[in-house]
Nanobody, 118 residues
Framework: QVQLVESGGGLVQAGGSLRVSCAAS????????IGWFRRAPGKAREVVAT????????YYADSVKGRFTLSRDNAKNTVYLQMNSLKPEDTAVYYC???????????WGQGTQVTVSS
């Protein structure tokens, strides 16, 4: 239903910033929620933040609240995750996924690596 492509990952020092992008294609995002997830080596996947496309309602995990900010660009059909004050524990592969009508997360992107050095 939706194709998602993540980009913008890289290597950054602790305290630095990165912006990762989730570009969507295939259909309109109206009615979808877009979520950012991450998985570090040896750890379970965790939700980072979510945004409801139409209304712009957002959710942030406690671990990133106040440091990460979601935004969307309607013209580019893209969701951005601005990550500030990065910590080594933020190191992970970051994925985006879509959720429509509360049916569950699907249409996962390929992921983008974020590495935060000490």
């Amino acid at each position: 239903q939706v194709q998602l492509v993540e980009s913008g990952g890289g290597l950054v020092q602790a305290g630095g910033s990165l912006r990762v992008s989730c570009a969507a294609s295939g259909r309109t995002l109206s009615g979808f929620t877009i979520g950012w997830f991450r998985r570090a080596p040896g750890k379970a996947r965790e939700v980072v933040a979510t945004i409801t496309w139409s209304g712009g309602s957002t959710y942030y995990a406690d671990s990133v609240k106040g440091r990460f900010t979601l935004s969307r660009d309607n013209a580019k059909n893209t969701v951005y995750l601005q990550m500030n004050s990065l910590k080594p524990e933020d190191t992970a592969v970051y994925y985006c996924a879509a959720n429509w009508g509360g049916t569950g997360w699907s249409d996962w992107g390929q992921g983008t690596q974020v590495t935060v050095s000490s």
